[in-house]
């Protein structure tokens, strides 16, 4: 049981996994919700984190700021294959990022919890947008799921760069 606790809580604990579920909740709102594809995402992920190995954080990274970008600029929602193909990419990053190094050695209760809240989180982040898309009148709403996707996106850039730097010469990690 302390596995799936954990594996509940694991997504919420790491940002290379909590800001692009942010984007990827954000980017499914407004259409048909991709569930066999955010499904495959999920396993292919866990089957490929020990492939990606510590490049796996950087690619979540980074394909969550490319996603949250092109959420700001589109706005929701975003036309089907698009978000179909967010639906597979994001999650499968997440997951990668998540048991980069240890998925073969995960149990498979701590995987299927996280699974199961990173598929209900996004979920949720994309009903609770399309409640404020159908519900509150005029452009503001979709004006501000696109500010929310810029913030987003600009944190996870930055946060991309400090994966990607160098350590700084004579710091404490020399």
Do not use: C, N
């Not at 990827?24 to 020990?50: C, E, V």
């Not at 589109?74 to 089907?80: F, I, M, R």
């Not at 987003?152 to 020399?174: E, K, S």
Request: aromatic share 4%; glycine share 14%.
């Amino acid at each position: 049981m302390a596995a799936l606790t954990l594996g509940l809580r694991l997504p919420f604990l790491y940002p290379e996994a909590l800001l692009p579920l942010l984007v990827l909740g954000l980017a499914l709102a407004g259409g048909q919700r991709p569930l066999i594809a955010g499904l495959a995402g999920l396993g292919a992920g866990l089957l490929g984190a020990d492939l990606l190995g510590e490049a796996a954080t950087a690619l979540s990274l980074g394909a969550g700021a490319l996603a949250g970008a092109v959420l700001a600029l589109k706005g929701p929602p975003l036309p089907g294959m698009l978000r179909h193909g967010m639906g597979f990419v994001l999650p499968a990053l997440i997951m990668a990022a998540l048991y980069h190094g240890g998925s073969a050695s995960a149990p498979a209760l701590m995987a299927l919890g996280s699974m199961g809240v990173l598929a209900v989180t996004a979920l949720l982040i994309a009903e609770i947008a399309d409640l404020l898309l159908t519900r509150l009148p005029g452009p503001i709403p979709g004006l501000a799921l696109r500010i929310a996707a810029s913030w987003l996106a600009a944190i996870l850039i930055l946060m991309l760069a400090f994966v990607l730097a160098d350590p700084v010469p004579g710091g404490a990690g020399a």
